[in-house]
């Protein structure tokens, strides 16, 4: 079921600060019950809720876009977090553009860890750490569009 599977996030860059959890994006044409019955098949595990990534400002689209299924690890696994999108919408893209982008530019990465790092050391509340970062994420990823569109930016055949 998956067009694609890639290593995204923070220790997809590399050199740049990161919690010891790998970030996995499969990439399928839609997501279905099935799907998720595959995955618990596999032992693993969808939280309760209902999964959506954040939108940067100005997205046009239904905001279905940024629907995901987000899967924990079968017990006993490494630390992951799987990241199912739909293959063509803004939220599958954007990771991989962000991460292209950062590998492109490591002054941008460098500053991006110093902000990471920041957070984690003086935020008290550690369920705020997405929501402090997830504004300054976009800022870059602004930029990360536009170089995209400057260098007629595809993704690199899956990388897993």
């Not at 630390?79 to 553009?97: A, D, F, K, M």
Request: proline share 9%; aromatic share 8%; net charge negative.
């Amino acid at each position: 079921m998956a067009l694609r599977i890639d290593h995204i996030g923070s220790t997809s860059v590399p050199g740049l600060a990161a919690k010891d959890v790998i970030d996995v994006q499969i990439t399928v044409s839609a997501l279905s019950e099935e799907l998720t019955e595959k995955m618990c098949q596999l032992g693993y595990v969808l939280p309760d809720g209902i999964w959506r990534d954040h939108a940067p400002p100005g997205q046009k689209g239904p905001v279905s876009d940024w629907d995901k299924l987000l899967f924990r690890p079968p017990p006993g696994q490494r630390s992951t977090n799987t990241h199912v999108r739909v293959e063509g919408r803004p939220n599958q893209r954007y990771p991989l553009v962000f991460r292209d982008y950062l590998r492109a530019h490591p002054l941008m990465a460098a500053a991006y860890a110093e902000l990471k790092l920041r957070l984690a050391m003086h935020l008290v509340d550690g369920k705020m750490y997405p929501e402090v970062k997830d504004p300054a994420v976009d800022l870059i990823y602004f930029s990360a569009q536009d170089w995209a569109i400057r260098n007629n930016w595809e993704p690199s055949p899956s990388d897993i």
